[in-house]
């Protein structure tokens, strides 16, 4: 059973016994102050194995004792910590913005440095400019921030539950809740959360359709986003729960048609628009022919057979729905 605790993965934060560090920082230098004084007294003032020792013990805590304790000063700013292991094992988590002094053989460990560090160097490789002093201030430090932080990944190419490909790209806003799981559950949670994001988003487009063309009141990407967000962000959340993560929102920042078939979907939404404007105006015809034969014949105007009224319909008809402007043609002779 112990061997099994042994290989347990880190759950559970830890307050490391802390205390304040101004306080111990000038009760290091006085005591080093004093081992300088406690040497020089010594030489001019002992003799024999006391004085040896005296010196010993001074230049010991000067040498060695003295710059190891300054190694256990550490410095938080706010939403900063420090994930502290003491020779492997977890020691806890400072936290709060202060100056602490903890256990000087304690070291801070993140093990996202190495994928910030390489960001940063190809940012600075890819500039023209390679004298900008600020790229590298952040390359070594190990601490974790607490902040709410954004993750905008690359578009996807994916493929909705009709098959059309679609380009998609989301924004992910997320903060570290838990630092012992984000830094020993899991190897680096940066990158699995950007993974995770990418396999969520996957799994969420599939089940919707880009667009619909008809009446229904189908669910898609384009007229349910709210819904999808939040699909989206329950799905990441449920997989980034193991890193310590907490994820307050998704978006979708970027959705439209590969271009292979953009140009397609457009003329059918442009042949749908079109569709849709005929049967409105057709429909709008009709009525009006209807009010005037109706107005006709309660006014007894003129009296018409059922030859003409086909004729009169079809003419309203033309001049109605067409899509140019209709050219009157004056008839002088009789009606007949």
Same mark, same amino acid.
């Given at each position: 059973?112990?061997d ?7 759950t ?5 016994n802390?205390?304040?560090g ?6 290091n ?14 030489i001019?003032s ?7 020792i005296m ?5 010991l805590?000067f040498?060695i004792?003295?710059?190891?304790l300054f190694?256990?000063l ?14 492997g094992?977890?020691?806890?988590t ?7 002094f903890?256990?000087?053989?304690s070291?801070?460990t993140?093990?996202?440095t190495?994928?910030?560090t390489t960001a ?14 600020e790229?590298?201030l952040?390359?070594k ?6 902040k709410t932080m954004?993750l905008?990944?690359d578009k996807?190419?994916?493929n909705d ?5 679609i380009?998609i ?8 809740v838990n630092?012992a799981?984000?830094?020993f559950?899991?190897d680096?949670?940066?990158e699995?959360?950007?993974?995770q994001?990418d ?7 599939r089940?919707?359709?880009?667009d619909t063309?008809g009446d ?5 990407l ?7 967000a939040?699909?989206?962000q329950?799905?990441? $959340?449920?997989? /980034? @729960?193991? *890193?310590?993560?907490?994820i307050?929102? =998704? ?7 590969a271009?292979?078939?953009?140009a397609?979907?457009l ?11 005929? $049967?409105?105006? /057709? @429909?709008? *015809?009709?009525g009006?022919?209807?009010m =005037? ?10 009296q018409?057979d ?6 009169m319909?079809?003419?309203?008809l033309v001049?109605?729905c067409?899509?140019k ?5 004056v008839?002088?002779?009789s009606l007949?």
């Amino acid at each position: 059973m112990s061997d099994l605790n042994k290989g347990k993965a880190v759950t559970e934060e830890i307050i490391p016994n802390a205390m304040n560090g101004m306080f111990m920082l000038i009760l290091n230098v006085a005591l080093m102050l004093g081992s300088v004084l406690l040497f020089i007294f010594s030489i001019s003032s002992f003799s024999g194995a006391f004085s040896i020792i005296m010196i010993v013990l001074s230049c010991l805590y000067f040498l060695i004792i003295g710059p190891i304790l300054f190694a256990g000063l550490k410095i938080l700013k706010p939403n900063e910590a420090l994930v502290l292991t003491l020779f492997g094992k977890y020691y806890g988590t400072l936290k709060g913005e202060g100056f602490y002094f903890v256990n000087p053989f304690s070291s801070a460990t993140n093990p996202s440095t190495n994928v910030a560090t390489t960001a940063l160097f190809s940012i600075e490789t890819g500039n023209k400019e390679k004298n900008n002093p600020e790229v590298n201030l952040n390359i070594k430090s190990k601490k974790i921030s607490l902040k709410t932080m954004t993750l905008n990944n690359d578009k996807q190419k994916i493929n909705d539950s009709l098959g059309n490909p679609i380009t998609i790209g989301i924004v992910v806003i997320w903060r570290v809740v838990n630092t012992a799981k984000a830094v020993f559950d899991v190897d680096n949670y940066t990158e699995y959360l950007s993974i995770q994001c990418d396999s969520a988003l996957r799994n969420i487009v599939r089940l919707y359709p880009y667009d619909t063309f008809g009446d229904d009141n189908e669910k898609t990407l384009r007229g349910s986003s709210l819904e999808v967000a939040k699909k989206l962000q329950e799905e990441i $959340q449920e997989k /980034v @729960e193991i *890193a310590g993560l907490e994820i307050i929102e =998704a978006r979708i920042t970027h959705l439209a048609y590969a271009p292979e078939i953009a140009a397609a979907m457009l003329q059918r939404q442009q042949a749908s628009a079109i569709i849709d404007a005929r $049967q409105m105006i /057709v @429909e709008g *015809a009709v009525g009006m022919v209807e009010m =005037a034969l109706a107005k006709l014949n309660e006014n007894n105007i003129v009296q018409l057979d059922e030859e003409r009224k086909a004729a009169m319909v079809s003419n309203l008809l033309v001049v109605l729905c067409g899509n140019k402007d209709a050219q009157p043609i004056v008839n002088s002779g009789s009606l007949y």
